[in-house]
Structure formats: structure tokens, C-alpha cells
Nanobody, 121 residues
Framework: QVQLVESGGELVQPGGPLRLSCAAS????????MGWYRQAPGKQRELVAT???????SYADSVKGRFTISRDNAKSTVYLQMNSLKPEDTAVYYC???????????????WGQGTRVTVSS
């Protein structure tokens, strides 16, 4: 089991930067992937970015070049640095931990409670 707690969400102006943090209750060094998802009002939850234990990253097309996911294993924390924020980035952002590359009935997924990001002038 791993508990995830997100923080850093707030109201920001378009174009501004914001960094979200996801603190895990135990080491994340052996977790296959950590990721950030978001859900805007009336929309499905969507993948934003992921980072594997080996350091490989992936991003949704909508955030490529603007967002950067990183991890600090010593602090058991994953970050999402968001730059050039747009109003369409407004959503509740959720931290995720997945135990394996291939999703099966034994794959463990853990979710944080979410942190709200509002991009508005």
C-alpha cells in the first residue's frame, strides 16, 4: 500500500508557472510508474504525464513542451512543473502510482485525493 498526497494547486493567471507535488508514504523507487492525471468539470479523467522507475517520461500532446514531470526518490516525491498555463489546464490534478507496465488484475493502482488548479485572469 502507498498513500499519495498532492499539494500545490491554486488559482494562477494564464501564462504563469505552477509546481504540483505528490508525496508518497513510502519509497517510490520500485514503483513502475508515477503519473499525473487531471479531470476538468464535465470531462473524463485524462493522462497528463508519467515517469517510470527508469526515468522515462511521457506526456499528453496538450502539455508537451509546457509541463515537466520529475521525481525525487530520496524524498519519495513526484513533481509536475507546469509552465505557460492556459485556461484549459483548469482541472483537479491527481497523482497516480502503478505497480507494473502491463495492466492486469494484479496491477496495483494508487490515487491521491487531488489538488485543484484554476487558470484564470
Amino acid at each position: 500500500q502507498v498513500q499519495l498526497v498532492e499539494s500545490g494547486g491554486e488559482l494562477v493567471q494564464p501564462g504563469g508557472p505552477l509546481r504540483l507535488s505528490c508525496a508518497a508514504s513510502r519509497s517510490i523507487s520500485n514503483i513502475y510508474s508515477m503519473g499525473w492525471y487531471r479531470q476538468a468539470p464535465g470531462k473524463q479523467r485524462e493522462l497528463v504525464a508519467t515517469i517510470t522507475s527508469g526515468g522515462s517520461t511521457s506526456y499528453a500532446d496538450s502539455v508537451k513542451g509546457r509541463f515537466t514531470i520529475s521525481r525525487d526518490n530520496a524524498k519519495s516525491t513526484v513533481y509536475l512543473q507546469m509552465n505557460s498555463l492556459k485556461p484549459e489546464d483548469t482541472a483537479v490534478y491527481y497523482c497516480n502510482a502503478r505497480s507494473s507496465r502491463i495492466i492486469t488484475v494484479t496491477t496495483m493502482n494508487y490515487w491521491g485525493q487531488g489538488t485543484r488548479v484554476t487558470v484564470s485572469s
